[in-house]
């Protein structure tokens, strides 16, 4: 491949192995990756591969129904949570295989999340409610849930990257509401360009603590200063 009109500045392209076949195409969070591994999920089992030579690792049956989302704990290397239609979240092992903690919920689980300081997770169930999942550090217990009041349905969380207690949810009427994982609602974020547009993906910015950037499902593409 070159640039145009040049035969000298070329770039050497080198081919490397992606995720084989089997991903599963109907959720979004399928595919999570460290320094360390890289998984992806097929239906009802997680393929594990380590970075280094992009070896298989083994392959874990995580759940009787429908995964629905994957993430590996940003403390904690080896450690990889699993949401799935079954009403649970499971957390693993990815090195030995082992189950660590599980959470049963009382309804379908569509994604889950982990924070990025702390050893806790937010989800999201089938009916847009989302909660907070604690104390289950040492992995010997079950831990307890709260839910985090929005006002309308929730489509989609994110942790914010520097501030542990920050998080934001983006629900199906266009607004986020930015809250402390206590529960405290810090602020609601709204515009009528997105007014009534389900929030689709968000990602707080990794080098400023006040930007966040928002995905709608009418295409619109908005960064907000919170």
């Not at 009427?173 to 547009?197: F, P, Q, R």
Request: net charge neutral.
């Amino acid at each position: 491949m070159s640039s145009a009109g040049s035969s000298s500045n070329w770039i050497e392209l080198e081919a490397q192995r992606v995720c084989p076949a089997g991903v599963q195409p109907w959720n979004r969070h399928v595919v999570a990756a460290n320094e360390a591994w890289v998984a992806y999920i097929a239906t009802l089992t997680v393929y594990v591969f380590r970075v280094e030579g992009y070896a298989f690792e083994r392959l874990i049956n995580a759940h009787d129904i429908n995964i629905t989302s994957i993430a590996f704990a940003p403390l904690h290397q080896n450690i990889l949570s699993t949401s799935s239609d079954d009403c649970s979240i499971i957390i693993w092992d990815v090195s030995e295989g082992n189950k660590l903690a599980t959470l049963n919920h009382k309804s379908r689980v569509k994604y889950a999340n982990w924070c990025h300081r702390v050893s806790k997770m937010a989800f999201i169930d089938l009916h847009g409610t989302a909660y907070l999942w604690q104390g289950f550090e040492g992995w010997t217990s079950q831990g307890r849930t709260a839910r985090l009041k929005t006002g309308s349905t929730c489509t989609q969380l994110a942790w914010h990257c520097h501030k542990s207690e920050f998080l934001a949810l983006g629900q199906s009427n266009g607004k986020i509401t930015i809250m402390k994982s206590s529960d405290k609602k810090l602020c609601d974020l709204s515009h009528a360009s997105v007014s009534g547009e389900p929030v689709r993906e968000m990602q707080w910015d990794t080098r400023s603590f006040t930007y966040l950037l928002t995905v709608y499902s009418n295409g619109d593409i908005v960064l907000w200063d919170t």
